[in-house]
């Protein structure tokens, strides 16, 4: 079931797995989302992306987009946060978007929560499954996601 916030699923009884990962660091994301594809190999992972901490928002992290969702399906990327913006280079949600696309990732930004349910529609109990990675609130969009995907069973 995972530790709080570091892959924990929060459908615990629900069809389609949703799980919370404490993606905070570059190891961490990709350590998250590698375990999901060995845990689950014939599902579709759509990755919710926040790049709240400010090594992910760096421009002199641009590359590690090159790599970071190896194993993830789709990525619905969210824009960084605003707060501390001044202190370093900061991205742009479509520079990291149009990185990962170049790399091979069917990528996509999302603009709040209800944008990222309209992108969600709705998961295949059967073949899906959702992760937040993030450090952040995702604009209160995961207990959204999560309340959608356990009405539909």
Avoid: M
Avoid at 47 to 53: A, D, L, Q
Avoid at 70 to 77: E, P
Avoid at 132 to 147: C, N
């Amino acid at each position: 079931s995972g530790v709080r916030r570091r892959l924990e699923r929060l459908t615990p009884d629900g069809a389609v797995p949703v799980y919370s990962d404490f993606g905070s660091s570059r190891a961490k994301c990709r350590a998250g989302i590698a375990t999901l594809r060995a845990a689950f190999p014939d599902r579709r992972i759509t990755v919710c992306f926040e790049p709240h901490t400010f090594s992910f928002r760096n421009r002199d992290a641009l590359h590690w987009y090159d790599d970071l969702f190896a194993g993830a399906d789709r990525v619905l990327i969210h824009h960084p946060p605003e707060h501390g913006a001044h202190t370093h280079d900061q991205l742009a949600r479509d520079q990291i978007v149009a990185r990962a696309a170049a790399a091979g990732i069917d990528a996509a930004p999302v603009d709040d929560a209800d944008h990222l349910l309209r992108l969600l529609g709705a998961p295949d109990p059967a073949r899906d499954l959702v992760v937040f990675e993030t450090s952040g609130a995702f604009d209160g969009a995961i207990p959204r996601v999560v309340e959608r995907i356990l009405s539909r069973g």
